[in-house]
């Protein structure tokens, strides 16, 4: 049987799988740096093996990108709680400004009772408001 080097494998209109390239670009992590490095390193040519330089500059390529990496963990969580807290506050502020309303709904009462008088309210927007 006779094998052929002439298959063809793809065109050139064939659109690749968007989610895949996408995946592949996304999960080159430190694992797969390391599998790379390993791989390197195993391959070498023995004659001309890696100097030290190179070896240690890639170390350090790698050990910047996964400090950037915990770094922009560390962002994205704190900006997660911050915008949590915020949401926080201002339900405290507003259940605060209620109760406060409430308070002074109740002393406007008192003070009519006591003096026997309905207060009318100066501003014509708060008309009826109780």
């Given at each position: 049987m006779k094998v052929?080097n002439?298959?063809i494998?793809?065109?050139?209109?064939?659109q690749p799988d968007?989610?895949?390239v996408?995946?592949?670009n996304?999960d080159l992590?430190?694992?797969m740096?390391?599998r790379?490095?390993?791989t390197?390193?195993a391959?070498?040519d023995p004659l001309?093996?890696?100097e030290d330089k190179?070896f240690?500059a890639?170390?350090a390529q790698?050990?910047?990108l996964?400090?950037?990496q915990?770094?922009?963990?560390?962002?994205e969580?704190?900006?997660?709680?911050?915008?949590?807290?915020?949401e926080?506050?201002n339900?405290?502020q507003?259940?605060?400004?209620?109760e406060?309303?409430?308070?002074?709904?109740?002393?406007?009462k008192?003070?009519?009772?006591?003096?026997?008088?309905?207060?009318?309210?100066?501003d014509?927007?708060?008309?009826?408001?109780?």
């Open positions: 052929s002439n298959e494998i793809g065109y050139f209109d064939d968007k989610e895949i996408s995946k592949a996304k992590d430190k694992d740096f390391l790379l490095l390993t390197q390193l391959n070498q001309n093996p890696i190179e240690i890639q170390l790698f050990n910047s996964e400090q950037m915990n770094l922009n963990r560390s962002m969580s704190l900006g997660k709680e911050v915008l949590e807290s915020i926080y506050l339900l405290n507003i259940q605060a400004n209620v406060i309303l409430k308070e002074i709904t109740n002393i406007r008192a003070v009519e009772s006591y003096l026997g008088v309905e207060i009318e309210p100066e014509p927007e708060l008309d009826g408001v109780e």
